[in-house]
C-alpha cells in the first residue's frame, strides 16, 4: 500500500494540547455504560428470535455468546490501541486506507439509527405492561415524540452521565437476577435440563438454518461496540480498565442473556409467538413466575433503560458524524454548533431525525426494525475486526524485519567468532542462553527478549483474532443472504453515505483545500534511507519544505512530521466523543493533503505522516528514532534544532523559499 494509513493518534489520553488528561471512567462507569447499551438487547431480541427459529433463539444466543466473548478480547484492545475513540472508523482507517474508516462510520451509523429507533419503541412497548395505552398503535407516535424531546435535550447540552448509567445497570442486572431466581424457585433443576432438548424438538436444524440462528442471535450482543468509544474518557491504564470492564460485561451478560431467552421463549410459548406480547417477554416471564409487583419493575426498569439506550445511540451518531465531517468526507455544515446552547444541531437533527423517519416508514414493527439490524452491527463487527488483524500483522511483520536487521548486522562478529561455538547462520535467532550471545552482551540478549512479545501468547490471540473475524464474517454473510430488507436498508444508506463523501472529497479538491484525505501514524521504529520533512504550524515555508521533500525523495521512504500549536482544552472530552487533535487542525490537515497529493504524482512509494502538538523540540526525539538519510526543514531553522547532528548541510533555493536538508548517514546498528 502506497500511503501508511495509521490511525493510532496523536497522543494518548490527551486533550489536544499534548498534555495527559485525567479520565474519568473506571472498570465499573465503564461496565455500567456498556451493559446499559448492551443489557437492553435482551428485552427485544427473544421475541424477534423466536419468529425465526421458535425454540431455538435460547441456543443460539448461547452459541454466539462464545462468539461475543472472543470480541470482546479484541475491542479491549481497540481501546488501548485507539485512545482517541472512534471504534470501526480508527479501526479501519489505520488499517486499510481512510475511506475504509468513512465505510464503517457508515455502517456504525446505520447500527446507531436501528438502535436509536428499536430501543425506545422497545422501552415505550414495556411501559404498556403497566399502561395498557401505551400499547399500539399509539406507541409509535409516542416514540416519536420521545426521540424528539431526547433531541430537545442534547441540542440544550444535557451531557449523559456514566453514574446515571451505573444506576440503571445496576437495577437492570438485579431485575434480570430477581427474575432468573424467581423462575428456579419454582421449576426443579431436571424440569430446566429439560428445557435443553425441548429447543431442538420445536424447530428442524439444517445447515441453512444453522447459520440463519447463529447470524441472527447476534442481536442479542448489540451495543459492545460502545465500549471502543469511550477510550478518550477512560482512566490509564486503557488496556487494564477496559480488561476488568470487559470482564464484567462477560460475566453479567453470560449470567442473565441465555437463561432469559431460553425461560422467555420456552416456558411461555404462547406468548412468544404472539404479536401483541413478543415485545414484552421478561416482564411477562417475571409477572407469571413471580408477582405482579416483579412485573411492574421489570417493565418501569426496562423502559427507562431502553430510552436511556436510545439517547446513547443519539449521542454516539452525531458524534460519528462529526468525525467524519472533520475528516472531511461530509460537508463542514455538519461541524456547526448554534450560538445558543454552543452544541451541534445539525448532527443532532440527524442523529435524531433519522431514526424518527425509520419508525414511521416501518410503522413501529419491532420485528422489522431487528430484521434491519444485522448490516451496520455486523458489518461494524467484521471492519473491526479486520482492521485488528491488519494492525497486528503488520507489528508482527515488523518487528521480524527489524530483528531480521538487528541480527545482520551482528554477523560479521558472530561468524568470527570460534572458541569451540559454532558461527550464526543465516537467518538464525539468538536465543538468551545461546552461549555466542555473550558476545553482544546486553544488546543481544535485548534483541532476543524483545520476541517474548510476540512469542506464544501473541500467536495464540493472533489466529485468535482472525478466527473471530471469520466467524463475525460469516455471520454477516449469511445476514446478508438472510435478511434482505437488512441488506436493502443497510446498503442504501451506506451507498448513499459513501456518495456524498466522494462529491464533498471532489468539491474539497475543486476548491483547492485538502485534496486527500490523510491518516496519521506513529513513529516507533527506524526507517533506514528516509526523508523526514519536518512542518511547523503557521510556518511560511511548508510549501517549499514540502515540494523538496517530494522532489528529492528519489523513491525513499518519505515521513511528513507536523508539528502543531498546543491548544487547550475548555471542556474535558464527552463520552463517545471523539478526539484526535489532527482532525481539529485545518492547516495540518491541508498541508498533508497537499504533500500526500505531491507525493502520488512523483509515484512515491511509502509515505508516513506524523502528528504532534508541542515544542518543535519533539523533531529531534523523531530524528533519532528514525534515523532518516535526509531531514529538510526551513533554512532559517537550521540552527534550531541543534541535537541534529548531520554529517553536512545542504541549501536548496526553491520557488517558495528557501530550505535546508541535514544528511546524515548512519552506522549499522551494533
Same mark, same amino acid.
Given at each position: 500500500?502506497?500511503?501508511?494509513?495509521?490511525?493510532?493518534?496523536?497522543?494518548?489520553?490527551?486533550?489536544?494540547?499534548?498534555?495527559?488528561?485525567?479520565?474519568?471512567?473506571?472498570?465499573?462507569?465503564?461496565?455500567?455504560?456498556?451493559?446499559?447499551?448492551?443489557?437492553?438487547?435482551?428485552?427485544?431480541?427473544?421475541?424477534?428470535?423466536?419468529?425465526?427459529?421458535?425454540?431455538?433463539?435460547?441456543?443460539?444466543?448461547?452459541?454466539?455468546?462464545?462468539?461475543?466473548?472472543?470480541?470482546?478480547?479484541?475491542?479491549?484492545?481497540?481501546?488501548?490501541?485507539?485512545?482517541?475513540?472512534?471504534?470501526?472508523?480508527? $479501526?479501519?482507517?489505520?488499517?486499510?486506507?481512510?475511506?475504509?474508516?468513512?465505510?464503517?462510520?457508515?455502517?456504525?451509523?446505520?447500527?446507531?439509527?436501528?438502535?436509536?429507533?428499536?430501543?425506545?419503541?422497545?422501552?415505550?412497548?414495556?411501559?404498556?405492561?403497566?399502561?395498557?395505552?401505551?400499547?399500539?398503535?399509539?406507541?409509535?407516535?409516542?416514540?416519536?415524540?420521545?426521540?424528539?424531546?431526547?433531541?430537545?435535550?442534547?441540542?440544550?447540552?444535557?451531557?449523559?452521565?456514566?453514574?446515571?448509567?451505573?444506576?440503571?445497570?445496576?437495577?437492570?442486572?438485579?431485575?434480570?437476577?430477581?427474575?432468573?431466581?424467581?423462575?428456579?424457585?419454582?421449576?426443579?433443576?431436571?424440569?430446566?435440563?429439560?428445557?435443553?432438548?425441548?429447543?431442538?424438538?420445536?424447530?428442524?436444524?439444517?445447515?441453512?438454518?444453522?447459520?440463519?440462528?447463529?447470524?441472527?442471535?447476534?442481536?442479542?450482543?448489540?451495543?459492545?461496540?460502545?465500549?471502543?468509544?469511550?477510550?478518550?474518557?477512560?482512566?490509564?491504564?486503557?488496556?487494564?480498565?477496559?480488561?476488568?470492564?470487559?470482564?464484567?460485561?462477560?460475566?453479567?451478560?453470560?449470567?442473565?442473556?441465555?437463561?432469559?431467552?431460553?425461560?422467555?421463549?420456552?416456558?411461555?410459548?404462547?406468548?412468544?409467538?404472539?404479536?401483541?406480547?413478543?415485545?414484552?417477554?421478561?416482564?411477562?416471564?417475571?409477572?407469571?413466575?413471580?408477582?405482579?409487583?416483579?412485573?411492574?419493575?421489570?417493565?418501569?426498569?426496562?423502559?427507562?433503560?431502553?430510552?436511556?439506550?436510545?439517547?446513547?445511540?443519539?449521542?454516539?451518531?452525531?458524534? $460519528?458524524?462529526?468525525?467524519?465531517?472533520?475528516?472531511?468526507?461530509?460537508?463542514?455544515?455538519?461541524?456547526?454548533?448554534?450560538?445558543?446552547?454552543?452544541?451541534?444541531?445539525?448532527?443532532?437533527?440527524?442523529?435524531?431525525?433519522?431514526?424518527?423517519?425509520?419508525?414511521?416508514?416501518?410503522?413501529?414493527?419491532?420485528?422489522?426494525?431487528?430484521?434491519?439490524?444485522?448490516?451496520?452491527?455486523?458489518?461494524?463487527?467484521?471492519?473491526?475486526?479486520?482492521?485488528?488483524?491488519?494492525?497486528?500483522?503488520?507489528?508482527?511483520?515488523?518487528?521480524?524485519?527489524?530483528?531480521?536487521?538487528?541480527?545482520?548486522?551482528?554477523?560479521?562478529?558472530?561468524?568470527?567468532?570460534?572458541?569451540?561455538?559454532?558461527?550464526?547462520?543465516?537467518? &538464525?535467532?539468538?536465543?538468551?542462553?545461546?552461549?555466542?550471545?555473550?558476545?553482544?552482551?546486553?544488546?543481544?540478549?535485548?534483541?532476543?527478549? &524483545?520476541?517474548?512479545?510476540?512469542?506464544?501468547?501473541?500467536?495464540?490471540?493472533?489466529?485468535?483474532?482472525?478466527?473471530?473475524?471469520?466467524? $463475525?464474517?460469516?455471520?454477516?454473510?449469511?445476514?446478508?443472504?438472510?435478511?434482505?430488507?437488512?441488506?436493502?436498508?443497510?446498503?442504501?444508506?451506506?451507498?448513499?453515505?459513501?456518495?456524498?463523501?466522494?462529491?464533498?472529497?471532489?468539491?474539497?479538491?475543486?476548491?483547492?483545500?485538502?485534496?486527500?484525505?490523510?491518516?496519521?501514524?506513529?513513529?516507533?521504529?527506524?526507517?533506514?534511507?528516509?526523508?523526514?520533512?519536518?512542518?511547523?504550524?503557521?510556518?511560511?515555508?511548508?510549501?517549499?519544505?514540502?515540494?523538496?521533500?517530494?522532489?528529492?525523495?528519489?523513491?525513499?521512504?518519505?515521513?511528513?512530521?507536523?508539528?502543531?500549536?498546543?491548544?487547550?482544552?475548555?471542556?474535558?472530552?464527552?463520552?463517545?466523543?471523539?478526539?484526535?487533535?489532527?482532525? &481539529?487542525?485545518?492547516?495540518?490537515?491541508?498541508?498533508?493533503?497537499?504533500?500526500?497529493?505531491?507525493?502520488?504524482?512523483?509515484?512515491?512509494?511509502?509515505?508516513?505522516?506524523?502528528?504532534?502538538?508541542?515544542?518543535?523540540?519533539?523533531?529531534?526525539?523523531?530524528?533519532?528514532?528514525?534515523?532518516?538519510?535526509?531531514?529538510?526543514?526551513?533554512?532559517?531553522?537550521?540552527?534550531?534544532?541543534?541535537?541534529?547532528?548531520?554529517?553536512?548541510?545542504?541549501? &536548496?533555493?526553491?520557488?517558495?523559499?528557501?530550505?535546508?536538508?541535514?544528511?546524515?548517514?548512519?552506522?549499522?546498528?551494533?
Amino acid at each position: 500500500m502506497a500511503q501508511e494509513s495509521v490511525a493510532q493518534g496523536t497522543s494518548h489520553d490527551t486533550h489536544g494540547d499534548g498534555h495527559a488528561t485525567k479520565g474519568s471512567l473506571g472498570p465499573l462507569l465503564c461496565w455500567a455504560v456498556v451493559f446499559a447499551d448492551i443489557g437492553t438487547s435482551v428485552y427485544y431480541t427473544p421475541g424477534i428470535l423466536y419468529g425465526t427459529v421458535q425454540g431455538l433463539a435460547g441456543f443460539f444466543v448461547m452459541l454466539t455468546m462464545v462468539v461475543f466473548v472472543l470480541l470482546c478480547l479484541k475491542y479491549v484492545e481497540v481501546t488501548h490501541r485507539f485512545p482517541q475513540g472512534g471504534g470501526v472508523v480508527t $479501526v479501519a482507517a489505520q488499517a486499510i486506507n481512510p475511506w475504509a474508516g468513512a465505510l464503517g462510520g457508515m455502517f456504525i451509523l446505520v447500527d446507531y439509527f436501528l438502535t436509536a429507533a428499536i430501543s425506545c419503541l422497545s422501552g415505550i412497548l414495556y411501559m404498556s405492561v403497566v399502561f395498557p395505552q401505551f400499547g399500539p398503535p399509539i406507541a409509535l407516535w409516542i416514540t416519536v415524540g420521545i426521540l424528539v424531546l431526547l433531541g430537545i435535550l442534547n441540542w440544550v447540552g444535557i451531557s449523559e452521565s456514566a453514574k446515571v448509567s451505573l444506576v440503571g445497570a445496576i437495577i437492570a442486572f438485579l431485575s434480570d437476577i430477581a427474575i432468573l431466581i424467581t423462575v428456579f424457585s419454582h421449576i426443579s433443576f431436571a424440569e430446566f435440563l429439560s428445557l435443553f432438548p425441548k429447543m431442538f424438538s420445536t424447530h428442524a436444524l439444517t445447515p441453512v438454518s444453522f447459520l440463519a440462528g447463529f447470524a441472527g442471535a447476534f442481536l442479542a450482543f448489540s451495543g459492545l461496540e460502545s465500549i471502543s468509544q469511550l477510550s478518550p474518557v477512560m482512566r490509564q491504564p486503557h488496556k487494564r480498565v477496559a480488561g476488568i470492564a470487559m470482564a464484567l460485561v462477560v460475566i453479567t451478560v453470560g449470567l442473565t442473556s441465555p437463561l432469559l431467552t431460553i425461560f422467555a421463549t420456552l416456558l411461555q410459548p404462547d406468548k412468544a409467538g404472539s404479536a401483541l406480547y413478543q415485545d414484552q417477554l421478561i416482564s411477562l416471564l417475571a409477572g407469571h413466575w413471580g408477582n405482579i409487583a416483579l412485573q411492574t419493575e421489570v417493565a418501569i426498569s426496562a423502559s427507562a433503560l431502553l430510552i436511556f439506550a436510545s439517547n446513547t445511540a443519539i449521542i454516539g451518531a452525531y458524534h $460519528v458524524f462529526m468525525a467524519l465531517a472533520r475528516m472531511e468526507f461530509l460537508p463542514s455544515l455538519v461541524l456547526k454548533r448554534n450560538k445558543l446552547r454552543g452544541t451541534p444541531h445539525y448532527s443532532i437533527l440527524l442523529a435524531t431525525g433519522i431514526p424518527i423517519v425509520i419508525l414511521i416508514v416501518v410503522r413501529g414493527n419491532v420485528t422489522v426494525l431487528g430484521d434491519m439490524y444485522a448490516f451496520g452491527l455486523l458489518g461494524a463487527f467484521t471492519l473491526t475486526c479486520l482492521g485488528l488483524d491488519i494492525v497486528r500483522y503488520r507489528d508482527w511483520s515488523r518487528h521480524r524485519q527489524a530483528l531480521k536487521r538487528a541480527m545482520t548486522a551482528f554477523q560479521p562478529d558472530l561468524n568470527g567468532y570460534s572458541n569451540g561455538h559454532q558461527a550464526l547462520a543465516v537467518g &538464525e535467532t539468538i536465543k538468551p542462553d545461546d552461549p555466542r550471545a555473550l558476545i553482544h552482551g546486553n544488546t543481544a540478549n535485548k534483541k532476543a527478549n &524483545e520476541t517474548e512479545h510476540f512469542g506464544f501468547w501473541f500467536k495464540v490471540d493472533f489466529y485468535l483474532g482472525v478466527l473471530t473475524t471469520a466467524l $463475525v464474517a460469516i455471520a454477516w454473510c449469511t445476514n446478508l443472504v438472510t435478511k434482505p430488507l437488512a441488506t436493502g436498508f443497510g446498503g442504501t444508506v451506506a451507498l448513499i453515505g459513501m456518495l456524498v463523501a466522494f462529491i464533498n472529497y471532489r468539491q474539497y479538491k475543486k476548491e483547492g483545500q485538502t485534496p486527500v484525505p490523510v491518516v496519521v501514524t506513529h513513529i516507533e521504529e527506524r526507517i533506514p534511507g528516509s526523508t523526514l520533512a519536518v512542518l511547523l504550524g503557521g510556518h511560511e515555508n511548508n510549501d517549499a519544505i514540502i515540494r523538496s521533500a517530494v522532489t528529492q525523495a528519489d523513491a525513499r521512504p518519505l515521513i511528513f512530521l507536523y508539528i502543531g500549536e498546543p491548544k487547550h482544552r475548555i471542556n474535558a472530552p464527552q463520552m463517545m466523543e471523539i478526539v484526535d487533535p489532527y482532525l &481539529e487542525d485545518p492547516e495540518a490537515k491541508a498541508s498533508f493533503g497537499k504533500a500526500e497529493s505531491l507525493a502520488i504524482q512523483a509515484k512515491v512509494p511509502t509515505r508516513k505522516y506524523v502528528y504532534m502538538q508541542g515544542s518543535p523540540d519533539a523533531v529531534c526525539h523523531i530524528w533519532q528514532v528514525l534515523h532518516p538519510h535526509d531531514t529538510v526543514i526551513a533554512a532559517e531553522d537550521s540552527e534550531r534544532f541543534k541535537d541534529i547532528n548531520p554529517d553536512r548541510v545542504r541549501y &536548496e533555493l526553491t520557488a517558495d523559499g528557501r530550505v535546508a536538508h541535514l544528511l546524515k548517514r548512519w552506522e549499522p546498528a551494533a
